[in-house]
């Protein structure tokens, strides 16, 4: 299963990071990413990460101010998310990416508001 | 990275079938066959109910089927029930290790 933990209100401008916690299987051996879906919209892909970390690949929205990373020792997937605009105001999802994503955190609410 | 067209709404009664669309282009519905199905009921996770066009994960419903022609996938539910009524996304690979997901449908059952 995947856990996830952070999110919260931040200012325009500010940081945040979100992690997902992974357990159940090996973590090491799948690709991971990152959906969200801001209010009254559908899901917009985030971020893909390949199983050692060595390829990242970003929607052209969030291109140069997040920043996806895992830490395969400690099971674990992170989404560091700078410059932050009202608009990535979403529920943030972490799923396993096997081309489809059958496998979801809860999902944790990220605000960005004065 | 353009979203792929879902009409908003789509209702029907109970025990009719509907079919909800996913219009994208040649360069991500029309040249993978990597097409999935999400249904989104409000404050949880997704759940996937299509992958690769048209398989069904273990546990979906076979109520629940996916097809494709060109650049336009679609989900069809047939025999709709009460427990239906959610959201549902469609999501294409695109290539290059990236993804596009639909605008979404919210399926209403009366």
């Known amino acids: 299963q995947l856990v996830q933990s952070g999110g919260g209100l931040v200012q325009p401008g500010g940081s945040l990071r979100i992690s997902c916690e992974a357990s159940?299987?090996?973590?090491?051996?799948?690709?991971m990413i990152w959906v969200r879906q801001a209010p009254g919209k559908g899901l917009e892909w985030v971020a893909n990460?390949?199983?050692?970390?060595?390829?990242?690949f970003y929607g052209d929205s969030v291109k140069g101010r997040f920043t996806i990373s895992r830490d395969n020792t400690q099971n674990s997937l992170s989404l560091q998310m700078n410059s932050l605009r009202a608009e990535d105001t979403a529920v943030y999802y972490c799923?396993?990416?096997?081309?489809?994503?059958?496998?979801w955190g809860q999902g944790t609410m990220v605000s960005v508001s004065s | 990275q353009s979203a792929l067209t879902q009409p908003a709404s789509v209702s029907g009664s109970l025990g009719q079938s509907i079919t909800i669309s996913c219009t994208g282009t040649?360069?991500?519905?029309?040249?993978?066959?990597?097409v999935s199905w999400y249904q989104h009921h409000p404050g949880k996770a997704p759940k996937l109910i299509i992958y690769?066009?048209?398989k069904r994960p273990s546990g979906v419903s076979n109520h629940f089927s996916g097809s494709k022609s060109g650049n336009t996938a679609s989900l069809t539910i047939s025999g709709l029930q009460a427990e239906d009524e959610a959201d549902y996304h469609c999501?294409?690979?695109?290539?290059?290790?990236?993804?596009?997901f639909g605008t979404g449908t919210k399926v209403t059952v009366l």
């Open positions: 799923a396993i990416n096997l081309n489809w994503f059958e496998i």
């Open positions: 040649s360069s991500d519905v029309g040249s993978y066959n990597l």
């Open positions: 999501c294409s690979y695109a290539g290059t290790s990236t993804y596009v």
């Open positions: 990460i390949n199983q050692d970390g060595s390829e990242k």
């Open positions: 159940g299987f090996t973590f090491s051996g799948y690709w």
């Open positions: 690769e066009d048209n």
